[in-house]
């Protein structure tokens, strides 16, 4: 009898950690391939003539892949990585290793989900199949108290009723062994520069303010939930490793449920919210399909003009408007690449009053730079800085100069 193949295809889910795919591929096959794609289209820029990934979202990205290839090669497997399309790679990969599936697990914004399409098909055209898992979310798809298309729209009806109705999973055990191949070619991390990047780029940008990898995630995590922990970021200590699967959210519930964090009500609250909310923004772009990505939301397209000041864009992304707690912000934005979330809403609220009514501008520009930039969280939070969000009562109003005042408090 010949042996099962099945070639785990990581994205988003850079770990070994309550993995869903790692543990089905476990339980399933005979030998395991696992690969990642640094995939072209992440790393060029867009209409708005940003980076979709900024040069330390992609140090840290290559910190992370790092991490878990020598985590697998601990495992006496490996990490196999390409630079490449993924429709392009994958089909050639499973020829020539005689590959029986594919698994990876599913996203949710419209370029995510088209390259899953476009794998898909390449792969069917060899009848191999793709198997998609939604291990992204604290709250399993299945376990929701209502279907996606009646999920309620405003989100502390979501937060309740899921808090009442609804239960965590228990995370998935860390794989102690993973049966690999042995006559595998070897493959090396692609540098910056074959990625893409200038050396002037990346000479802008040398920072590392935060470290990838599982280890990292894990060590900010248990910092954290110190109930003695006194750092401001709260949620943004950990999100980037959220962000890019380092950390998985229901290892953090699990770990949170089992920490003193509870002696800290206060925090313990918050990040539980925080957690939600991501999960909210998530299940939304299932409701709505890239309504994030619509400058007007939910709301009709009219025949408006946009309000743009150039000149004032040009200085809001420069940090230089004058006003010195935007520019320091915007200024520790683009160094490390992580502010806290009312940071974040006083320069998103700045940039909807004082720089220009479309918001996705700056939202591109917080996806280039920000480490935790996920499709969902990151242009959903800025869709109600906007005042055109899914939850009509977060769709903020309030001048800037008001979240500047607390934040100066």
Known sequence: MSK?????????????????????????ADLIIPVYCFDPRYFSKNKFNQYNTGVNRAQFLLDT???????????????????????????????KYEIDEVYHHREVATRETQISESVEAALW?????????????????????????????????????????????KPFDTPQSIPYPTHLEQTQLPSLLELGY??????????????????KAITSLEQLLDPQYSGLENYTHISPYIAIGALSPIYIYDRMRHSDLSQNKRRYDRLMTSLLWRDYFRFMLKKYPNVFFKSKGLLTEDDSEAFL???????????????????????????????????????????????????????????????????????GFWSHMAGVGTSPKENVSIDWEEFRKKLSA
């Open 4 to 28: 099962k193949v099945v070639l785990v295809w990581f994205r988003n889910d850079l770990r070994l950690h309550d993995n869903e795919v790692l543990t089905e591929a476990l339980n399933r």
């Open 65 to 95: 892949v790092a991490h878990l290839k020598n985590e697998l090669k601990g495992l006496q497997a490996d990490l196999m990585t390409f630079v490449g399309y993924p429709e392009e790679i994958l089909p050639k990969l499973c020829v």
């Open 125 to 169: 055209e060899q009848k191999i199949n793709l198997r998609h898992f939604i291990g992204h979310t604290l709250f399993h798809k299945e376990d929701l108290p209502f279907p996606i298309k009646d999920i309620p729209d405003k989100f502390n009806i979501f937060k309740k009723k899921i808090e009442r109705e609804s239960a965590v999973r």
């Open 198 to 215: 200038s050396e002037e780029d990346i000479a802008e940008n040398e920072s590392k303010c935060i470290e990838g990898g599982e280890d």
């Open 309 to 379: 000041n150039e000149d004032m864009l040009i200085k809001w992304k420069a940090g230089e408007t004058g006003e010195e707690q935007i520019d320091e912000a915007i200024q520790a934005l683009k160094t490390c690449g992580n502010i806290t979330y009312a940071v974040r809403r006083m320069l998103a609220r700045y940039f909807t009053q004082q720089v220009s009514s479309n918001w996705l501008i700056g939202a591109s520009f917080f996806e280039e730079y920000l480490l935790d930039y996920a499709p969902a969280t990151t242009y």
